[in-house]
């Protein structure tokens, strides 16, 4: 009897939540060699900390990040908290020996997911793993378009187009952290454009080698201040972070790319957008509708092409679909979570994923393109990547 | 502190697991007034039930049904088995004094269905509430639905469109229980249109009041027998189920409806799909875009009317979203019966539910039109409901 | 050098602008073996008549339809006016040996139709031609999915599903002549239903059987006069006229059908709809995208099934398209018209059209169908066909 | 009784049907001032230039340019000819005190247009007036999204997205003309962004101030010469033209854009999009569904929020639709070019045009655009508007 997998959760908010769902669900839905033993959960509030893990069945609760890294009982720390403090608290557990999953974005800052990049290095000689959590690569849609790249359905590609549009960033949006650069480190940008560019490198398998161009913009540059006093008059401080960046990549390959990260996208609510055009096939995604994926195969008989609607709900068919439901009964938001799990329990057990895995070094890579769009956007200049350190 | 609802499940296949997740997951996700329990579950084979009970957390397995209907801890019966043996479980556990929540449709039969539900009627005078697996009433967009002609926004209604096209049913599919008329009662017909007749009583608030030209119709006539068997010759047998079932109908508004059950909707994997249309609004769905409800507002100035589709994922807007995750991140099937799971704990709390759930006495009006229908194909006629015991 | 075609239209309304600038249009878009002259246009007031003539470029105008009758020159008579008087008119020009082109349905009653058919087959022997414009069979997306039929792409078909779905007769929509059953027949049933029934006919290439269940209503009992006298009080006219028919069909091949024509769908401003299952492929079309064919591949290695956007815009690829303009520079209602004009002169220059045409005896068929429909509905039996005369 | 306006057009390819189409139908659809006659066409090939006048109704043919010039009967001349003779043949017209309406873009390089530019200014101190094809400003659902900006219905604008996507030229499309420099300027970028440019800025009513990262890309660098004479051996030659240029930019306003145009988008036939998205309101369109206009109310009750998918077809509501067919009987390609012709001859009457109409003066400005990219895609930096003259 294969022994369990004793993970720690840090933090209990929107990651929180998904985390431990999927831990929870992990081995219901699927077949694995290992069980995920839900040890420990710590957050900041020790009342609030205790009643969440008494909610999602957490057997343990702490405030003390030291609590958990000094337990030899826990294999895997799984990190859901706000960026900036990704690094130490990875870096820790990776130096205490544990296995990490991370939140994406890697980092706030360049410099310290290169610090991340190198203790996973370092560790990986020890047998240790690192994992992040760019959930969007499971969604079966998203994992299938991978794969029909991989066996060179699309041919030589010509054209990358990605794009997240949110619009819940309008002028009546309060000021909150997430508009503090100190704290959430950018705006849309590390929020979202780190989610397509992970994506895009996902499902193509090609490397951005310049970025040019990037445009970044505040456009609600202030915010009102809600406090629980009561007074006459509005108060307003300002954003500074970036509500939408905006760039353009050539690729390794040759082929071109655009991307786009946005609070402002009116009318779209989280179009987790790409459309990737090749010689012998396209593909298009949407996350608003997650189970379907677009597919034109340019090698059928011209009288019968046009996009197709695919829905990415059959066992057999398509990737992770088989510890779900029957055909076009839809999975959502969170199976893209508990899926990872599955590929991460499959890895703790030295198996291999269903589609491959981010560990710290290849989300490095993707940290490296949101910093160079950061540049672009400063020197009104292109970047070649190979400046980016 | 609440008491616990101590609940035992029969049934571990889909149905199994679809509540059992459902019963996983209620108090995750929604703050209820009490948790549920998951005490017992039950199955025919002792060693699958066993592991059954083990993966999905069940305190208890049994192959005995007798085991739960004489476990005076057991509050509440949920009964995921075939339709055959609904009406047996179903009253005797409302005899023992359980709650019962059975799998959709009611029954088998209409003798079947009308005995259980004058067992409700009986059980409902000493506060024993029932419930039926209607679990499309909570998918969001169709309890908006509901609630958009609540409040008048489709004003008065001309017309009812429902169909639920699916198309696993071709000539390849084998002989299977499915096919046999004896266990599965019929075809397309009980699964399928018991499912949009509900959904368009629910959503209309509306009563047919008479059923014309039923057609129903078993394409595949042979099917394929599989054996382990290694034989030269393929076998075949007879289906005695329909493949489809299509029939008209008057509503006691005035309304005229169209209903369409089938498996041989090539193209068409789970597409449950209502389109209603009123004097001053119109609402269109279909399962396969579940977190979508497609409405038009006949009250807009004329240049601005059109199809809006609604993402109905809105906290605070849409019903039953609070409890999952934020705009656009989409739920899928399975959360339709973790929703109706909350409202039975309402329910059984003494609480409302969000939408109204269907009792046995409200699943019995609904197996009067499948009967009806029935009648109809027979006859070649119209049939007035009123003839319909 | 080949002679033209001298044309005689009767009727200046909505049918005799939209066959004016057919023939205006047909042998600029075509290369055809002879020429559309367009001779004589006859209608009822005689200046409006005129300014008509002088704006589309008929050489003459009358309101005497005996004009045409007698008049040597014309070889076809194309009828663009109210149904009630196409069997006179029809007749009449059959008898003077002179081609036919009769707006759709054929005619206002069964017995009318009845009599246009002995008439054309009368002609027919000295060759004489008819032709009925239902001009959607020349819709490229609807004749492609003909010829997919024709080819076996569908393989054995299982349903047939059509609808003609409006929404401009709600309550506010003054009483008119075609709410009146003397002038009118009938109100969505001939109009609508007749344009489905010919699709369902044409893209199937099957006959209908049976028909059942029909249902047809008149939800706007009064409605509105309209005079030009101002007056305190509203007054109010009866209805006699059906504002929706619905009715089930067997067809031969053991096909099932459903047909539906409403002018109160709200939503729905032109949505002639159909969607074909069969074995093998699905198509659906809807005319509010014209341009487009859905179609489903059932053949295709599952993985990769989903319905398919085809714009059938392709010349070459699909049919009438070259004759217009390059990929996807969309065509519209109009053309379907110009389309037909270009097969009426093939045929009269004693070539084959594009995709079969309609002609009285083709009709006929669908004006039984009709027929049988209302007798349903009258009786509310089911109807076979072969009781139809 | 008014003058008719005498037209000479030169060209009689792709767009000389167009304009031909245009001037032929322009007074049967529309009621106007004054009627265009079909004076001259003028084209290379005196024979060909014969048969297109017969077919087309041009009254005379000539393959001298001078002919048109000279004649002092012509009143408009209208060129439909390649971009590297727009200049010659618009100065010559204007100086002869001919109105000029002249295709798109209006020249091949910016030191052309702006000579255009300046002919038209001194023109135009003699009441001589010119226009620009850019035929999608008056696509209906186009020039309703212009005027729902025009009414504040977006409020403060944040992002434009504009592509114009096609895959014709994908490695086996031959070489010709289109791919030589020195003939056709520019590859997609002048063909295709001077498109959805021209409808940025028409629907925002907002102009450019910056144009950064403009990546410009030639996939396919040899492409194969199709010659007559049979050869063994396949030959090459080299494509001098971009496939595809993107780039982003500021608006005044403060908004940001990004532009795309490409022929190898494969998937992509003619899909001309753009999407706006306003504090207010946000609109979508695709070119392959013309007829319909995609629309979000950001100020309706959240709940019912969704994007509307607007037929713009109705005679009353939406721009030049009172010309053509009833609801959701859909127009086409042509259609713009008919609808732009009735504007022309209203300005020549002296009234209004429906929206805003394109003379030198503004296609200059899109032309600056245009040149700004080609300047930023080689210096590989931001270009501001201001450093273009």
Known sequence: MPTP?????????????????????????????????????????????????????????T?????????????????????HVHAD???????????VACEKPLAGTLDEARKMRDAARKAKRKGIQTFVWFNYRRCPAVAFAHQLV???????IYHVRAKYL????????????????????????GDLNAHIIDMARFITGDEIVEVSGAVSETFIKQREIITTKKSARKRFGKSTVDDCVLFLTKFKSGAVGSFEATRLATGNQNANQI????????????????????????????????????????????PYIDAYWPPAHLIGYEHGFTSQAADIIRMLAGKK?????????????????LHAALISAKKRQAVRMSEVK
């Not at 608290?89 to 296995?99: D, F, G, P, R, T």
Request: net charge neutral.
């Open 89 to 99: 608290q990875a870096i820790s557990a990776l130096e205490a020996s544990k296995h």
């Open 5 to 61: 997998i004793n993970i720690a959760l840090i933090g209990s908010k929107f990651m929180g939540r998904a985390h431990s769902n999927a831990w929870m669900s992990v081995n219901k839905f699927f077949d694995l060699p290992r069980d995920a033993m839900m040890h420990t959960v710590c957050a900041k509030n020790a009342k609030q900390t205790s009643a969440f893990a008494k909610k999602w069945g957490w057997f343990n609760s």
């Open 275 to 318: 459309e990737i055009n090749g010689e012998k096939g396209a593909i298009k995604f949407d996350f608003e509708r997650m189970n379907e994926l677009q597919w034109w195969d340019n090698t059928l008989d011209s009288s019968l092409r046009g996009w197709s609607r695919i829905m990415c709900t059959n066992a057999g068919d398509h």
């Open 353 to 369: 994923p269903i589609v491959p895995m981010p560990d710290f070094e290849d989300a490095y890579q993707t940290q490296r393109i």
């Open 166 to 189: 949110q619009d819940w960033g309008g002028p009546d949006t309060p000021l909150s952290w997430r508009f503090d650069s100190k704290l959430a480190g950018s705006g849309a940008h």
């Open 63 to 83: 405030t003390n990040f030291k609590d958990i890294i000094n337990n030899g009982e826990i294999d895997l720390v799984d990190i859901g908290t706000p960026n």
């Open 150 to 156: 991989q066996k060179g359905k699309l041919g030589k």
